[in-house]
Nanobody
Framework: QVQLVESGGGLVQPGGSLRLSCAASGFTLDYYAIGWFRQAPGKEREGVSCISSSDGSTSYADSVKGRFTISRDNAKTTVYLQMNSLKPEDTAVYYC????????????????????WGQGTQVTVSS
């Protein structure tokens, strides 16, 4: 059974940093691309970043390029999202998800393709 558990959220001042973790269990992470998404109050869920299974290719939403970095440690069965230079508009619940087993250099952020989700972790950027 695929299980994803996010952690690392919290309250941070503008300009600060957080590192989110997505711990995977019940499947072999090596063969899965992972995406990070977020949902702010009153807004639709949006894609933030993703990382492919085979070669760690990455993709980022324009709003986070240059500030966020996604990485994976298959040995630790964990995917990370390093978030720097945080802004108030980054405030949201952050989710990790997978769209099923694949072993290639592709990753995407089409929400409808993702069928396994974590419970989310709250990130609040405020002074």
């Amino acid at each position: 059974q695929v299980q994803l558990v996010e952690s690392g959220g919290g309250l941070v001042q503008p300009g600060g940093s957080l590192r989110l973790s997505c711990a995977a269990s019940g499947f072999t992470l090596d063969y899965y691309a992972i995406g990070w998404f977020r949902q702010a109050p009153g807004k639709e869920r949006e894609g933030v970043s993703c990382i492919s299974s085979s070669d760690g290719s990455t993709s980022y939403a324009d709003s986070v390029k240059g500030r966020f970095t996604i990485s994976r440690d298959n040995a630790k069965t964990t995917v990370y999202l390093q978030m720097n230079s945080l802004k108030p508009e980054d405030t949201a619940v952050y989710y990790c998800a997978t769209d099923g087993p694949r072993f290639d250099s592709y990753c995407g952020l089409k929400i409808g393709a993702f069928d396994s989700w974590g419970q989310g972790t709250q990130v609040t950027v405020s002074s």
